[in-house]
């Protein structure tokens, strides 16, 4: 019985590792863009935030949206109020108001950087790591699916009006089904 149940994980654990993405720090991130430039996602988050680990479960490992992002972006998952040190673009950021794993802490100096307001939040990058934009809340996998899409193919450069993004989002064929 135990080999066969160690049997039935083995083969579902290619399955389900598919639909995971394949975070990494922001340091990993930036040194693994010197050698092969993608888009760098940033998911700001925090452990306390309720709409931030659905956004993990629910939305980022959605297999369509898991393979988008596996595909086309370094995905740095970020605690926006953690005490990690983090160098970027030649600044060194902290948190010297830490508090502790206890609750709520002060906000760290890198999301303070990149005008974190609230989480969740994911910031995008470009391969020279310029921001792209911004997408604040708890978001489902279908409502992001055309900004990731979008990002990804270099779309978001031809467009330039709200009307031209209303088209986009009509021309979009979604791959998700809920």
Not at 107 to 119: A, D, E, G, V
Not at 137 to 162: H, Q, W
Request: hydrophobic share 35%.
């Amino acid at each position: 019985m135990k080999k066969n149940t160690f049997l039935l994980i083995l083969f579902l654990l290619p399955i389900f590792g598919f639909s995971q993405v394949q975070w990494m720090t922001i340091s990993q991130a930036l040194e693994a863009q010197k050698k092969a430039p993608k888009k760098i996602l940033i998911d700001f988050y925090a452990d306390w935030c309720e709409p931030c680990k659905e956004m993990e479960s629910e939305t980022y490992n959605h297999p369509e949206i898991a393979k988008i992002i596996n595909e086309n972006f370094y995905a740095v998952r970020f605690e926006s109020d953690g005490n990690s040190t983090v160098d970027f673009l030649g600044h060194k950021f902290t948190n010297p108001d830490y508090k502790g794993k206890k609750g709520k802490s002060t906000l760290h100096q890198f999301s303070k950087y990149m005008n974190i307001n609230m989480i969740p939040t994911m910031v995008f990058l470009d391969e020279n790591t310029d921001p792209i934009t911004s997408l604040s809340g708890f978001l489902k996998a279908k409502e992001v699916e055309p900004y990731f899409s979008m990002i990804a193919s270099n779309d978001y450069k031809t467009i330039k009006s709200r009307q031209e993004w209303e088209g986009y989002q009509k021309k979009f064929k979604s791959k998700i089904k809920e």
